[in-house]
């Protein structure tokens, strides 16, 4: 029986891990575009240099080989779902590959979306994949600091608030004078956690540390050098860090399957909607159940992850297979958010907690790393 899991970040390594650990005799091939695994929630620190890049990745080569699986180090290009193979594109030491498989995990993750906006990829940097984050700290380095620089960060979600926070360190330790603008286009910042509280405190957080907030504030087009917004304002800006929004992998684009948005529809057993052989987990899937839709963090990665590989074996073995319980909701979200200044804080069950908050992020990733 051969396993074909696509995408080795979160999702794909816990159901590699889990496949081996459930069943020895599998045949599992793993295949990444990136010959590293990265740790995503520290991004926004490799701006401000508390973390280097080396610090959060690690070769997948033998993280792969210790759950005893191929590795390919490739990008798939297509998914033949009718003819149960994967296509390769043509790697520096062979061809264009195409590898059969008996059941297929998709673990592709997500993309970047600048939702048409016109120049706004073109002039932003980004912090959605380590390349580009290494990208937007050079950038950043490269500044003129014989002025005072302006630096716009596009989204005011958990990722934007990170992103600002880092950047008045970066710039508190570099004693450069910098106006940092956080836009977020609805009506608060943090708009997809459901309590306003934590929305208040990250705000005074921010504002206290000179970050300057413009909600209610939708980007038209991005010039060079200067930002239009649907208001009729304008700004003009040295750096701009986009931050705003996810969409679903291009890969996705020309499949026939049920999906939502673009997302993947998963059954409540992790596989593709009408489909036995192919399961999708982590950021590439939607999951949504009883009205319980899952988030799209580490967690539900993860935990869905575990799942689908259980589920496989199940499937194999012809048992009853194991409905997936998110935990970490969009009804019901949790997480950990860093602040810049060592400061943090926590969003648990509707609760605020910010003492040990940064600490324990930075125990979470620490832990993470060690594990590879
Ligand atoms: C800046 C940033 C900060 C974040 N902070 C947090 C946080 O604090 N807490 C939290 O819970 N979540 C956070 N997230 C979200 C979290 O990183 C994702 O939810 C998680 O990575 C999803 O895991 P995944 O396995 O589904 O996808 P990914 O981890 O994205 O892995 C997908 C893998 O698929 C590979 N791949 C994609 N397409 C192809 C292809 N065509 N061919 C071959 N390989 C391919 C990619 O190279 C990648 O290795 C953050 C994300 C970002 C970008």
């Known amino acids: 029986m051969h396993i074909v899991v696509v995408g080795c970040g979160f999702a794909g390594l816990e159901a590699a891990r889990m496949l081996r650990k459930k069943a020895k005799e599998l045949e599992i091939t793993m295949i990444d575009r990136k ?17 280097t890049p080396d610090e959060i990745a690690c070769d997948l080569k033998p993280i792969v080989t210790k759950v005893r699986a191929e590795f390919i180090r490739a990008e798939v290009v297509t998914l033949d779902l009718q003819a149960k193979k994967v296509r390769t594109e043509a790697t520096s030491d062979g061809e264009e590959r195409d590898i059969p498989y008996d059941v297929l ?10 939702f048409g906006i016109p120049g706004a990829e073109e002039h932003s940097y980004s912090v959605n994949t380590l390349k580009n984050t290494i990208a937007t700290k050079n950038a950043l380095d490269n500044l ?15 990722t934007g608030v990170e992103v600002a926070g880092e950047l008045v360190d970066y710039f508190r330790d570099r004693n450069a004078p910098v106006r940092i603008y956080l836009v977020e286009m609805m009506p608060r910042i943090l708009p997809a956690l459901p309590k306003e509280e934590i929305a208040t405190h990250v705000r005074r957080f921010l504002s206290h540390r000179g970050v300057e907030l413009l909600t209610e504030t939708a980007v038209q087009e991005v010039n060079e050098r200067k930002i239009l917004f649907k208001d009729g304002r304008e700004l003009r800006y040295d750096l701009i860090i986009w931050t705003a929004g996810i969409k679903p992998n291009r890969l996705l684009e020309h499949l026939d399957v049920p999906k939502v948005k673009g997302w993947l529809k998963v059954d409540p057993y ?8 192919v399961f999708a987990v982590g950021d590439t899937a939607w999951f949504e159940h009883e009205g319980v839709r899952s988030g799209q963090n580490v967690e539900e990665a993860t935990g869905q992850g575990k799942v689908a590989a259980e589920n496989i074996i199940r499937s ?36 605020m907690v910010r003492i040990f908050a940064y600490r324990l992020k930075k125990f979470v990733e620490h832990r993470y790393m060690r594990m590879f």
């Open 270 to 277: 992790l596989r593709v909607e009408g489909m036995h052989d």
């Open 35 to 51: 010959p590293r695994f990265d740790y995503p929630p520290a991004y926004p620190e490799v701006l401000s240099g508390k973390v």
């Open 316 to 351: 194999l073995k012809g048992k009853k297979l194991k409905r997936y319980r998110p935990k970490n909701t969009i009804q019901n979200p949790r997480t950990l958010i860093s602040l810049g200044d060592d400061k943090g804080v926590i969003y648990l069950r509707g609760l």
């Open 144 to 158: 003129d600091y014989s002025r005072k620089n302006v630096i716009l960060v596009i989204g005011a979600g958990l």
């Open 105 to 114: 995990l998709l673990a592709i993750g997500a993309e970047q979306t600048f």
